[in-house]
């Protein structure tokens, strides 16, 4: 049996994942942002093995949220999954003086990939909406471009396929993918998403515990167990070295390259 660690996993696709794996004997770990939704997650699927706590949204608490998992030993598997919601009104600046998209689903994996002990299995959930993107490296934190929520979310998914290729480059030794989930009815997308949560949650259980030789790749992009197309931008090496930089050089935290 696997030891699976799932970020954002209080409610929505994140906790569906770990009652899926549960149901299958395998050991998961939550992720709650806060202790409130910690007191949630113990409720709502009270087998876990623990529930970590800490906000992506801040460098120091996702620090946190590494060791405390650390502490817990290895793990098979990572599941990326946490973001932030697709609408904002307007640029919101976290305390480390980031944007909060780019914080929460950009610097937060990152900083969780160069710091938690190397699974065998990492899975980054991106979204169809990285397509057609093209990232602006200069401006990566919206301070000089008009605020625009799609456009900003959309470019931090694609930075979560940067960061799923980069690894899988890296380390050949870990299976490193992203995954398209689709639009579902989750506090995120809301109640009138088309999508079918059951079948949203089986490719990231699936790419992290199986041993089917569908699931035991790297470098690639899927939907509903299927690898499917993605921009091919994600695959520029140059793009997913200046966003190793970038994210490197705004954290602090070096991400190892050595196998």
């Not at 780019?102 to 909406?129: D, E, W």
């Not at 690894?167 to 506090?187: E, H, I, K, L, Q």
């Not at 299927?226 to 997913?240: L, S, V, Y």
Request: hydrophobic letters at 40%; a positive charge; one cysteine or more.
């Amino acid at each position: 049996m696997s030891r699976v660690f799932i970020t954002g996993s209080t409610d929505g696709l994140g906790l569906l994942v770990a009652e899926f794996l549960v149901s299958q004997g395998h050991h998961v770990v939550l992720h709650a942002r806060n202790s409130a939704r910690e007191v949630d997650a113990k409720r709502r699927l009270p087998v876990a093995e623990a529930v970590v706590t800490g906000d992506l949204s801040s460098i120091a608490q996702t620090r946190s949220i590494a060791e405390q998992v650390n502490r817990l030993g290895r793990f098979d598997a990572v599941i990326h999954n946490a973001g932030t919601d697709y609408y904002a009104p307007c640029r919101i600046e976290t305390k480390d003086g980031l944007s909060h998209h780019f914080a929460v689903n950009t610097l937060g994996p990152y900083i969780l990939t160069a710091l938690i002990k190397r699974p065998k299995r990492l899975i980054y959930l991106s979204s169809s909406m990285h397509r057609g993107t093209i990232p602006d490296c200069s401006d990566i934190q919206w301070k000089r471009r008009s605020w625009n929520s799609s456009a900003a979310y959309s470019e931090t998914k694609l930075h979560d396929l940067l960061l799923a290729f980069a690894a899988a480059r890296y380390w050949p030794d870990v299976f490193s993918n992203a995954v398209d989930p689709g639009w579902m009815p989750t506090r995120m997308g809301g109640p009138h998403a088309p999508g079918d949560l059951n079948e949203g949650c089986r490719t990231q259980a699936w790419l992290s515990v199986s041993s089917d030789a569908a699931a035991c790749v790297s470098g690639k992009y899927f939907h509903l167990m299927r690898q499917q197309p993605h921009d091919p931008i994600a695959k520029d090496e140059n793009r997913q070295d200046q966003l190793i930089e970038i994210c490197g050089r705004l954290s602090g935290i070096v991400l190892n390259r050595l196998c």
